[in-house]
């Protein structure tokens, strides 16, 4: 068994945890925001402030279709690019 194929068990392991524990929790992505803008220095404008929600729960949603997709563990990661 290679270390890659041990990484990916690893890491669908930590993922499968991982979107266990969020299936089990929603998230505000209201809430999410603040935080985040709050976080990164980032004022949001009140007037643009729909739009970026709306953004947020398309991206959560394709976040969760990539997320729940499983990968073997024989798949290798990508090569590290060094120029």
């Known amino acids: 068994m290679s270390v890659n194929s041990i990484f990916v068990q690893i890491r669908n392991f930590k993922m499968g945890k991982l979107l ?5 929790q929603e998230l505000d992505v209201n809430k999410y925001i ?3 803008s709050l976080l990164l ?3 949001i404008k009140n007037e643009y402030r729909d739009g970026v929600v709306a953004n947020f729960v398309r991206i959560k949603a394709i976040a969760q279709l990539v997320n729940s ?3 073997p563990a024989e798949v290798e990661s990508a090569p590290v690019f060094e120029p």
């Not at 266990?20 to 089990?24: A, R, Y």
């Open 20 to 24: 266990e524990n969020m299936q089990n």
């Open 34 to 36: 603040e935080q985040i």
């Open 41 to 43: 220095n980032l004022p």
């Open 69 to 71: 997709f499983p990968l």
